[in-house]
């Protein structure tokens, strides 16, 4: 749908304040689901978001989640990033705008300043009521054009914190908001990266054993505290094995790249990661309860030139169904043919 932009402005304008007091953070998705609601595109939305904030106070970010699933899950990526742009060109021209404001005003101010001092001047020599009445109205009018760049230079370093906090968040479009690792959309964009080199590289897909039951025995909360332990773990060997990059891949399962790798390396890295994981002791907080090991499933496989990257992860997914057939808690590669 095509929109002035004067009135995508004013849109902008009414969704990022909705925004900032409801806690969310200003990033593609979120402002994607508050754009709509401002504008009224869905009604159903738009009522809905309504009643949550008349009965719950605010909508915030985890409600939010819920609303992007149900109304918005089936918007494609490309118009994420055209709402992440459309935030940046708008700021982009407010703050224009207003620098270009601030330094007409100042010119302005400058010249009236020395015009002034000519009339004042002249006002001296003749010393007739219309002069000094004219020379009151200048200064008048000068105080008045020194209020509004006064205030454009407020509304100027606004605009700088915004520039800076949407930069901020821009971050946030490539994190798991639960492990704060690199989600799916990131993986997505390396692994087109990391394959296009000449280089070696390899895929590690991790999944966690038997993951259900943790939330069956133990509760959701500590289903949730396993897969960021076991998210701090991998970003943690990750940093031992430069150029190596984990993310969250879905649920209870982790991708990683390893550029310059050979399957050897990566199946010994697999390995590693592994037995790492499989020392982790966690305990019940509300209980001080010791909760069971947590084991994990590795699959491996090599990138092939020209390969199609569906055909990498395929091959990765297979080595990781064959390690848990045989018993889980193993690492199988995908061996070369």
Avoid at 111 to 132: F, G, K, V, W, Y
Avoid at 170 to 177: F, P, S
Avoid at 285 to 292: A, E, F, H, N, P
Wanted: with cysteine; net charge negative.
């Amino acid at each position: 749908m095509g929109r002035s932009t004067s009135k995508v402005n004013q849109y902008f304008r009414q969704t990022i304040p909705m925004m900032v007091k409801n806690n969310v953070p200003v990033t593609p998705p979120y402002y994607t689901l508050w754009f709509t609601y401002t504008t009224g595109e869905l009604p159903a939305l738009s009522q809905r978001m309504d009643d949550i904030i008349a009965q719950q106070g605010q909508c915030d970010r985890y409600t939010c989640d819920q609303l992007l699933d149900e109304y918005l899950l089936n918007s494609a990526e490309d118009r994420l990033v055209e709402m992440q742009s459309n935030i940046n060109q708008v700021v982009k021209s407010i703050g224009s705008s207003t620098e270009n404001a601030m330094s007409h005003a100042h010119d302005l101010n400058q010249s009236l300043s020395a015009d002034i001092q000519l009339m004042a001047d002249e006002a001296l020599q003749n010393d007739t009521p219309s002069a000094h009445k004219m020379v009151s109205m200048a200064r008048d009018f000068m105080s008045k054009t020194e209020a509004y760049r006064c205030q454009l230079e407020k509304q100027n370093s606004e605009i700088d914190a915004l520039k800076q906090k949407i930069a901020e968040t821009e971050k946030l479009m490539y994190l798991d908001g639960l492990t704060e690792i690199n989600n799916r959309k990131k993986f997505n964009e390396d692994l087109s990266l990391f394959t296009a080199s000449t280089e070696d590289t390899c895929l590690l897909l991790v999944d966690i054993d038997h993951f259900k039951p943790f939330n069956d025995e133990y509760g959701h909360l500590v289903g949730d505290k396993v897969i960021q332990t076991v998210a701090k773990t991998l970003e943690q060997s990750c940093n031992i094995k430069n150029g190596v990059q984990a993310y969250r891949f879905g649920g209870e399962e982790f991708a990683l790249l390893m550029p310059n790798a050979n399957i050897t390396i990566a199946t010994q890295f697999a390995n590693d990661i592994r037995e790492r994981i499989s020392r982790i002791s966690l305990t019940n907080k509300k209980t001080g309860q010791s909760i069971r090991s947590i084991t994990t499933s590795l699959g491996v496989a090599q990138f092939k030139s020209g390969e199609a990257l569906d055909a990498l992860i395929e091959r990765a997914d297979q080595c990781l169904y064959e390690a848990k057939n045989a018993g889980r808690n193993c690492v199988r590669p995908a061996l070369a043919s």
